[in-house]
């Protein structure tokens, strides 16, 4: 069974300070991962995802995250946040086998001024 | 930017009624879910349907929940006799096609609570 788990439930981070959000997943086949954001009051929005190839991969607004085969993780990261980016963050997977997404359990940004 | 819209926003119920969650997704896609989230849990999957039947569903969907796609444009999810934890923010989602490549894009959920 395929399950991910977000360490950090809250991360409190100053604006144009870096942070990463942590996300780890089990599965015992290919996987296929996501981040959403979520802001207040507003529905789960995708922000990138992790298909095949290259392990880096990037969305329009900085955020980036890296697949780490080895450690099962697929943590996310921003060199410099902004106050907008506070909001909750959900790492989820999907595989061949079920298009069906699994979430963790969200980390809540918060960037204070 | 095409959007998956859900109504009502916020659905309060009392206790053993029925109650029935819309959704409207994006207009050319062809696969459809519904998840939920308790307040203070992970979001969880409950259902998918494709081509009016449904494809793959969780555990919690059990004999209380039903979906139908009445018309060519909306999705519903029907509790016919709705439990306290049944008390979610519950979120459709909808993608182009099932294939990997194809992210699913959600709607901004309906809060139901029940009394």
């Known amino acids: 069974a395929q399950s991910v788990t977000q360490l950090d439930s809250q991360v409190p981070v100053f604006e144009e300070a870096p942070v990463e959000l942590r996300c780890n997943y089990s599965?015992?086949?290919?996987?296929?991962l996501f981040w959403y954001v979520q802001y207040p009051n507003q529905g789960l929005q995708l922000l990138l995802k992790?298909?095949?190839?290259?392990?880096l991969v990037e969305s329009i607004n900085g955020f980036e995250a890296e697949f780490n085969k080895s450690q099962t993780s697929f943590h996310l990261r921003k060199p410099s946040v902004h106050i907008s980016d506070t909001a909750e963050y959900f790492c989820a997977v999907s595989s061949d086998s079920s298009y069906k997404l699994i979430f963790g359990s969200g980390t809540r940004l918060l960037v204070r001024p | 930017e095409p959007e998956v819209t859900q109504t009502p926003s916020h659905q309060v119920t009392q206790m053993g009624q029925e109650v029935i969650l819309r959704c409207v997704p994006i207009?050319?896609?062809?696969?459809f879910y519904w998840y939920r989230q308790i307040l203070g849990q992970k979001v969880e999957f409950l259902v998918s349907f494709y081509n009016n039947e449904i494809s793959e569903k969780s555990e919690i969907f059990d004999d209380q929940f039903s979906v139908e796609r009445p018309d060519g444009s909306n999705f519903t999810l029907k509790i016919r006799s709705t439990k306290l934890e049944d008390s979610a923010m519950y979120f459709c989602?909808?993608?182009?096609?099932?294939?990997?490549?194809?992210?699913?894009?959600f709607g901004d959920g309906t809060r139901l609570s029940i009394l």
């Open positions: 992790y298909l095949s190839g290259s392990t």
């Open positions: 599965s015992s086949v290919s996987v296929y």
């Open positions: 989602a909808s993608s182009l096609d099932r294939g990997r490549y194809q992210p699913q894009h």
């Open positions: 207009s050319n896609h062809l696969y």
